[in-house]
């Protein structure tokens, strides 16, 4: 905050003399200017004295323009400011009292903007000096803290929280900057604190910091991760009792409005046979959303072909989109092969980043699109194009078409009807989604344990903006999974991109990289304390009620890799966690479920993370004769993890 104090020349004058000093006492102040060119003052009580020139004492004689907050240090005994133009002659006289006296006013007025500058913010102010003592406190903080402003004010902030808690206190004492770091001032509470050191002169003089309180959203934040999962697990035991009735859009996870309405027109969509342009970032799920259409349109009965037009060499895109005759050219099958349009007879035909598609093929493609019949390459017979075709890219055709690029009547034909997939980073709340699903899904497929992930780890995935959108997100789960080897995900586990973001983000002007100093609490994937407090913070969001209650919902589940569910969910090569297939798994050990661990039986996938851990350490156990130190040894954990794991289990210890 600056306030502008008025200049001296501002200030209400006092009359003055210049002269030699005069017989008589002058009824003004009466400076004159030396030889060496500073300026004297004759006191009234002096002038009557024979020797009146060496009773002078020097006068305070400054520029006019100088304002009150750059006075220097007054000489004593002079209660007059004699005020010099810019050529150095006199110009005015102020009063030391008047000058006081404004100087009070000015600092009455920065104190009364200042408290209700405080007063006014949505957060709760917190003002030390420099012997760490409260000197400010909102009406906010007494809310939050519960400490009225009377019973901390002048008191040591450490005398009400935890010093090693006070990150005001630990601003003033290492001048670090915090911008939007998370901490708990106390062991029950969360916040999001902003705090910086008070300079003046290159001294810290005091800290200030802003907090506000997030409890709340981390209870509601470890609510929904609870309800996401058991959603999810409801969802997939519905599917497996009635696959008919499974909503072929369920895969699609997020419940923003951006996806919920991405989501209702492509199923506005499915059923009608006009071709629909897909528009997204690489990594949105562009292919998902045309699985989830063809599923509810033609039906997953019929074959759905995918076709990614910058994979396939110009000089093959021809017969691979439709087809050859024997002897279409050298080297050529001798019986001919079916294309794309041929193998997606009945279904639907997915041309994937169709800007990729060379221009000599565009004119080809543009008949099929306006005649539904195409010739297979050497041939002679007028085939019919009998599917549906949906066309998705990642670019910008229309200014392709401004640069020649791509067929401006092509793309009327392909864009009947454009369907915008939004980026991640417009949707980021849906992190809160997509992250247990893909953790779960690793879990189980490299056989980890993963009993806690802190707040701040789920916090910093969902402040990202996440350029590589979906796919981006379920690879760092996986490494999250990958390096979690002790069944706890660290701070310093996320991908190096994600921490050098956030370092950006809160490091302050100057200051360095801002992190909270308390540990944040761990967020499990299963048992909750409600029985010890109800949403307390030592609650785990991933899961649901304890585990081995007959509510117990796990977490919210990918489909596994390998899977017949997986196979049938590349979306843009990331799958987005469909329900487990209810029908065989293939893949036996090849899946690799962990040292001396073998994967459930085909039939069958476990119905939760729990199940699977159950399954998996009885049988460790059976192996090892009982000798829980060789079963912690295999999974790469301590024995006492694994006797709170199993307690957790409800397996006997």
Known sequence: MKLNLPRLIELPQTSYALAEWPEQPPDRPLFRQETDGSWSWLPEALASLPDRLAAALPASAFPASLRLDELPPLPDGCPWLLLLDEGGQPCGCVSATAA???????????RAGFEATL???????TVINADSEVIAWTGEAERMFGIRREEIMG?????????????????????????GAQHQPRPDMHAVIHARPIELGGERIGAVAAEQDITSQIRLNQQLFRMTAKMQHLERKVERLDPSGADPFSAIRGGSPAVRASVETARKLASAKAPVLLLGESGVGKELYARAMHDAGPGPETPFIAINCGAISPTLFESELFGYERGAFSGADPRGRKGKLDLAAGGTLLLDEVGEMPLELQVKLLRVLQEKTFYAVGGTTLRRADCRILAATNRDLLAMIADGRFREDLYYRLSVVTLDIPPLRER????YELLPAFLSEFALLYGRFIEACPHEVVQRLAAYDWPGNIRELRGAAERLVLLATDGVIRLEHLPPRLLQNAARQSSGTGGKSARSAATPDRLGWAGTS?????AAFGEQVFGGPASGSAASGGPAYGAVPGSAASSELSVDGAALGRPFSAGP???GAAHGYGNGSQPFPPARWPDSPEDYERERIRRLLEAERGNKKAVARQLGISRATLYNRMKKLGMPL
Request: aromatic residues 6%; hydrophobic residues 40%.
């Open 100 to 110: 006081l006296e404004e100087l009070r006013q000015s600092f009455r007025r920065l």
């Open 428 to 431: 980021t709340g849906d992190v």
């Open 585 to 587: 798994a293939p893949g």
């Open 155 to 179: 008191r040591p902030a450490d005398a009400f929280f935890q010093k090693e808690r006070l990150q005001v206190l630990r601003a003033l004492t290492t001048g670090e900057v915090l911008q």
């Open 530 to 534: 409600e029985a010890a407090g109800g």
């Open 119 to 125: 007063e006014t913010v949505d957060s709760a102010i």
